[in-house]
């Protein structure tokens, strides 16, 4: 079959890379991908929210498979789109339609959708500037710190962790009377502070059964010791050492299962990755929120798990049998380091000539913001290359990744040095 992903950070390169070993690919197409994509399928220069360009390049292509990365095209309904259309109506689109995307797209609806079908989260109430002065008081109520939430997307940013009350109430005011974040906080949820530890667990449905892919960690902060701003991620590892056979079922049970029953009941179809980030409070997960996508770099190490034919069970996802699917983990540890520009999270500069590549042994690159300028690999982002490897433990895996990163090189690249610095004599030993 003929399949099209639509993106090109290092999630769409792990999807190409993992697509590309399906005996059951013919043609893979990346748009717009990036170096590395191309060298599992053809790359194609068509924008992730250009609906109209990419039902003419899957007609024109004869593809039968859509996977969607970003949850941008998503929460601005690429799907509802496919299915509207007679000409693609049939054309099966990995990634959930409009209504369910609002799980991401509307931090309100994820916790009203919590609520309603018992899922554990944070204690919340929603606020609007008519009624700033209720949220004043809903403050009043609660100890620090204080979390305020932009009801829509806001580029990972729309989240504010206050010490204080003051700051709370004067963030509160920023963000619905002054929009601080657009129309995205034109409406704030504030909620209760999870003091615990973070993971993220993938679920890839159908919409009636699921598979549990593996868990994973990944390190948000630039800095070392997870300090100083919030980025895309700057490296991951699976399994989790404390996400143990217990606490996964404890997932399961109350949260995993009630989400797909949830969406169920609520006559949601979904067909495509449930994202879920996690906060452990004292051995009992919570849901800080959902994603209608994988994460990256989460994708770098959650996917090279699999060791089942991808392509197989996207189609199950696709054709609604994803329970006759076998489903086999790798049970090593994999681990990522996220190599960036200097600057970022905040100004970056683009088109390093990078080198080293080719001497890189035992990991596998992932590229998030590369391109191919004549001879040369430079750099075209923020997050540039993932150094993913296999380990015994994760710090085997992080070892072997650290000792390639030092292989790459560009002006002013920058890692962490630190990644799993959190869990260190917590190792599960897998293999
Ligand atoms: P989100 O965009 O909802 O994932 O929030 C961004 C980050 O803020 C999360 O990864 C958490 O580290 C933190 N966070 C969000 N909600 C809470 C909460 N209720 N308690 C503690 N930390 C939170
Ligand atoms: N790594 C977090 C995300 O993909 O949103």
């Known amino acids: 079959m003929n399949v099209l992903i639509i993106g090109s950070g290092g999630r ?36 992730v929210n250009d609906f109209d360009a990419i039902k003419n390049f899957v007609l024109e292509n004869n593809i039968s498979l859509v996977v969607v990365g970003p949850e941008d095209p998503l929460v601005n309904g690429i799907h509802d789109y496919f299915l509207a259309d007679d000409a693609v109506k049939n054309v099966q689109v990995i990634g959930p339609q409009k209504e369910a995307a609002k799980l991401e797209g509307s931090k309100e609806f994820a916790k009203l959708f919590m609520l309603r079908h018992g899922i554990p989260t944070a204690k919340h109430a929603s606020f609007v500037k008519e009624n700033i002065d209720d949220g004043f008081a809903f403050l009043e109520t609660l100890h620090p710190p204080y979390v305020l939430k932009a009801d829509g997307l806001a580029a990972g940013k729309g989240v504010l962790i206050l010490e204080n009350l003051e700051k709370a109430k004067n963030e509160l005011r920023e963000m619905l009377e002054s929009e601080k974040f657009g129309s995205a906080s034109s409406k704030v949820v504030i909620e209760e502070f999870l003091d615990g530890i973070e993971l993220s667990v993938f679920v890839l449905t159908d919409g009636n059964s699921y598979k549990i892919l593996p868990e994973a960690k990944d390190y948000k902060r630039i800095g070392e010791g997870d300090t100083g701003l919030n980025t895309g991620g700057m490296g991951a590892i ?48 919570y849901v800080i929120e959902y994603n209608v996508r994988m994460g990256d770099p989460e994708c770098e190490v959650v996917i090279p798990r699999i060791k089942s034919d991808f392509l197989e069970l996207l189609e199950g996802v696709a054709n609604g049998n994803l329970f006759e699917k076998t489903f086999e983990i790798d049970e090593r540890s994999v681990a990522t380091v996220m190599l960036v520009s200097g600057g970022y999270p905040e100004a970056y500069e683009k088109g390093k000539v990078m080198s080293g590549l080719g001497d890189v042994q035992n990991s596998i690159l992932f590229h998030a ?63």
């Open 369 to 431: 913001g590369t391109k191919q300028d004549g001879e040369d690999i430079v750099t075209n982002g923020g997050r540039v290359i993932a150094i993913t490897s296999y380990g015994n433990d994760f710090e085997g895996a992080l070892n072997q990744s650290y000792a390639n990163a030092k292989k790459i090189t560009f002006e002013e690249k920058y890692y962490r040095k630190d990644l799993g610095f959190d869990l260190k004599g917590k190792e599960k030993v897998t293999s």
């Open 238 to 285: 699976s399994p989790v050492p404390f996400a143990d056979a217990e606490f996964m079922q404890k997932v399961e049970d109350s949260i995993v299962k009630p989400t797909i029953e949830g969406l169920q009941k609520d006559g949601i179809p979904y067909k495509g990755f449930v994202f879920i980030g996690l906060m452990n409070v004292d051995g009992n997960p």
């Open 12 to 47: 769409e390169h792990v999807f190409a890379w993992k697509i590309a070993q399906s005996p059951k690919l013919n043609q893979l197409f990346v748009a717009q991908g990036n170096a590395g994509t191309a060298n599992c399928g053809t790359n194609v220069n068509i924008a």
